[in-house]
């Protein structure tokens, strides 16, 4: 099986709550499908080795990021409009139907490009209410039912002469390395009233330590029908620091006054993320503009290491302050790109994820 090219097939129906007529003021939001599930897993013989939690936020972090402005247009076939826009998804009648590349979703299939052989896969995907999903002009009581969702896995036949030293290799039973990295997201509900913020995010092995860490901010828009969940909001951010035990990221302040159109350095870091995380040449998806109105993340790149961290735990601290004190009903989002092995036999079938 390949399943760094799967993909979600997902269709269902937007209507009112008698499952007839088609709801008129309520719209999907930008990656609206995915904010329908709460979790995802990738289980390879019955072992999960990847997870996202929260999958719409988290898919939505790292696409803002990732995703290229050349592919805007095939983007929109799996359920990705322009960030000002709250797509227009389905047709006159409700129905919508997207396919979303597994590789938009989870690291795994991201980063791992190879096939697996010999193995049972498995997705694991736990719905979740739609309030998030969607966004209104009017209050209006509406359903979003799913007609089909399936999991396209292509299955690789390999010419004679490969086939005969992979049966070799499966015959050997030796362990294979599966390195790629995952993508995990922090939340910290309702920041309290105060201009400067302390936020013991997780500590972690030096296996998983992080590659790169991703914050934003939401006030007021979990559950909000009226908010669009899609956007995020600056909270007046004047610094954000992250802490890896000791060392500090970036080195320099920011010195951020948003209202102010300073925010030149936070783009920065936006821009940059492409070339330093796949190693190519930037093509960011949004403007500086659409970054500032719509998608105001702090990308801090905390891939270039002490040797020191190496060994042992480490703690993961994010320090912030604000211009003012964050506003009421305000949660900070962090998104953490971490390194992950697992090893995998493919004649015996046991899968371990590597801890250190």
């Known amino acids: 099986m390949l399943p760094s090219k799967s993909s979600l097939h997902i269709t269902g129906r937007h209507t009112k709550a008698n499952g007839i007529a088609v709801a008129a003021t309520t719209q999907l ?35 803002y990021a990732s995703l290229t402005s050349g592919k805007a247009h095939s983007l929109v076939n799996a359920g990705w409009y322009h960030a000002q826009e709250t797509g227009r998804q389905t047709d006159a009648n409700g129905y919508f139907d997207v396919n979303i590349p597994l590789k938009m979703l989870i690291g795994f299939s991201e980063d791992y490009n190879k096939i697996v052989v010999n193995a049972r896969h498995e997705l694991i995907l736990r719905r979740t209410n739609t309030n998030n999903a969607i966004t209104q002009t009017e209050a ?3 359903q979003i039912s799913l007609i089909k969702v399936e999991w396209l896995l292509p299955h690789v036949r390999v010419a004679d002469h490969i086939k005969i ?7 050997a039973d030796r362990t294979l390395t599966l390195p790629f990295r995952t993508w995990t997201l922090y939340e910290y509900p309702m920041l309290p009233t105060t201009t400067r913020h302390v936020w013991a995010v997780k500590t972690s092995s030096a296996l998983e330590k992080p590659r790169f860490v991703t914050l934003g901010f939401q006030t007021n828009r979990e559950n909000k029908k009226d908010q669009n969940a899609s956007h995020f909001d600056h909270a007046r951010l004047r610094d954000v620091k992250l802490y890896l035990n000791s060392r500090c990221y970036p080195y320099a302040n920011l010195s951020l006054d948003i209202t102010n159109n300073q925010f030149a350095l936070l783009y920065d870091l936006h821009s940059h993320f492409q ?42 601290r994010l320090e912030f302050e604000s211009h003012e004190n964050f506003p009421a009903g305000t949660t900070a989002y962090c998104l953490i790109l971490h390194d992950r092995i697992v090893d995998y036999s493919p004649l015996s079938g046991a899968v371990v994820q590597r801890v250190q």
């Open 165 to 171: 030293p992979l049966l070799n290799l499966i015959k």
């Open 275 to 316: 070339s330093e995380y796949y190693s190519k040449e930037e093509e960011p998806l949004l403007s500086g503009r659409e970054f500032l109105n719509y998608a105001r993340l702090a990308i801090i790149n905390c891939s270039r290491q002490n040797e020191l961290l190496k060994n042992g735990t480490v703690d993961v």
């Open 29 to 63: 939001v930008n990656n609206g499908i995915c904010f329908l599930f709460d979790e995802l897993r990738y289980e390879l013989n019955g072992v999960e080795i990847d997870r996202s939690r929260y999958v719409g936020l988290t898919s939505l972090m790292k696409g």
């Open 140 to 142: 209006e009581e509406f």
